[in-house]
């Protein structure tokens, strides 16, 4: 998963935008090689996927696997490495010349083919057993490469092929910030704080300003209010959708272990 890139939009992110501004927005973070080695390092998610496959070769061996967002190209490797046959191993970033590199340097080429493009564009001779992929982003579907892997498999995947990971689940729980309260409050004292002021400008220099008291109210209102409950809404919204997604899209194949995003 991803650290810094921005949900964008195309390429299979949703909404279809200029695939420039996909590469500026998403994947150009991944085109560098810091990025890579930060998910490199990352123990748990390198285990998961490590243990997911070497404890399932029986999948991998004489199979055809399709890596999607190869990046590095670690997951293609360690497939090839538990016995598969051939590794299409595709990467929208010009990170696939170091996984090209890495697949040479590794004496796995007559295996593993790195094909640089969006899954969603490539052509693959042949369909495939197993596809493997790290598309979980924060939240799960954040990065919303699901969308990827999903049409990779609509479109290449054997209708008897395995998925990895098979499936994902999500835990949420609604929590109380404080932060509705905190802005009240705010709202209140600035509308104090008026209050004060209306009776010192006509002490001090005999002008009335009440009659600016509802406007002023008004402009306070939307400032601490509505900013917040609109923001509450929209988060409640995403949860909302995210959880129909889970409910609706699932990933088939079989069970082989829990790879946590
Ligand atoms: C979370 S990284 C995982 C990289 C590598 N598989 C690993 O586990 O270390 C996701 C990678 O998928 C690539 N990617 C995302 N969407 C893609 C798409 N539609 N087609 C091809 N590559 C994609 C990104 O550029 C990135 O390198």
């Not at 090209?100 to 493009?117: F, H, M, S, T």
């Not at 924060?138 to 498999?153: G, K, N, P, Q, T």
């Not at 999500?170 to 004060?196: C, F």
Request: proline share 3%.
């Amino acid at each position: 998963m991803g650290t810094s890139s921005e949900n964008a939009a195309g390429g299979g992110r949703g909404t279809a935008v200029p695939k420039e501004v996909d590469y500026a927005n998403y994947f150009c973070t991944y085109s560098f090689l810091y990025h890579q080695k930060e998910m490199l390092s990352d123990r748990v998610r390198m285990d998961a996927y490590f243990n997911a496959v070497f404890e399932n070769k029986h999948h991998f061996k004489d199979k055809v696997v399709l890596d999607v967002g190869a990046g590095s190209g670690i997951l293609a490797i360690w497939s090839a490495q538990a016995g598969a046959k051939k590794v299409y191993a595709v990467e929208a970033t010009k990170m696939s010349e170091h996984a090209r590199a890495l697949v040479k340097a590794n004496n796995l080429e007559q295996v593993v083919e790195v094909i640089e493009g969006s899954v969603e564009d490539v052509t693959l001779p042949e369909k495939v057993d197993v596809i493997i992929s790290e598309w979980m982003g924060y939240f799960l579907l954040r990065e919303s490469m699901f969308d990827s892997v999903i049409c990779a498999r609509d479109r290449w995947l054997k209708p008897t092929g395995l998925m990895y990971p098979s499936h994902a689940r999500m835990w949420m729980a609604p929590i109380r910030t404080g932060i509705v309260e905190q802005k009240l409050g705010d709202y209140q004292s600035a509308m104090g704080d008026w209050h004060n002021f209306v009776d010192e400008t006509k002490a001090f220099y005999g002008v009335d300003m009440s009659t600016l008291a509802k406007p002023f109210a008004e402009e306070q209102r939307k400032y601490y209010l509505q900013a917040t409950p609109d923001h509450v809404l929209a988060c409640r919204d995403r949860i909302d959708m995210f959880y129909r997604v889970e409910r609706s899209k699932s990933l088939h194949g079989n069970h082989f272990g829990l790879i946590a995003g």
